[in-house]
């Protein structure tokens, strides 16, 4: 089972915070136990879906998937953390985990789409090297919320 951050764990005020990766029950890699996944939740080398975990207990989630029409690019969707879990670095780990995951994968960018107002999610991209990538576009049509794309190259060093 893969842990939060040392930093993040001891900021969560003791808490034994873990990082649970849902991938079909199967052991990982490294030996570590991964959990069985969410009941809908698909698993395949084109997806990871994490789920963060206190205590045992699910707090949030992200879902990390190739692009369907680009191979070398993974898209991430509905990171998510409970509000009573906010601000102990939940995210921060599922983001790490999911970038860790597009890389290892042979992605060679990772994209998502944030509402241009949310400013505690374009933060936490930031922080994670993430930046703007083109202009920001409505949400849908009628709707005055606009959204950013931000996007992270995960081209290895020459
Ligand atoms: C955006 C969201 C996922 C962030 O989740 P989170 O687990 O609170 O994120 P983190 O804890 O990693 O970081 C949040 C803040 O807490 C801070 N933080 C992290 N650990 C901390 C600690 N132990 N002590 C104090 N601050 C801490 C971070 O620096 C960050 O600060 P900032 O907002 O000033 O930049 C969460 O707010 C959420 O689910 N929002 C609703 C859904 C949403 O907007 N999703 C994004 C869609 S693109």
Known sequence: MATLPDAAAARAGGRAGRLRQHAGGR???????????????VTSNRDRPLVAEYDGSAVGLAWATFDAADPLLVNLFQMWVAPESRGHGAAAALLKAAVDWARASGA??????????????RRLYERAGFRDHGAPFPVRPGDARMEQAMRLDLAPAS
């Open 27 to 41: 052991r990982g890699a490294r030996g570590c136990r991964l959990g069985l996944g969410l009941g809908l939740a």
């Open 108 to 121: 060679r960018a990772m994209q998502l789409g944030v509402l241009s107002e949310n400013d505690t999610a």
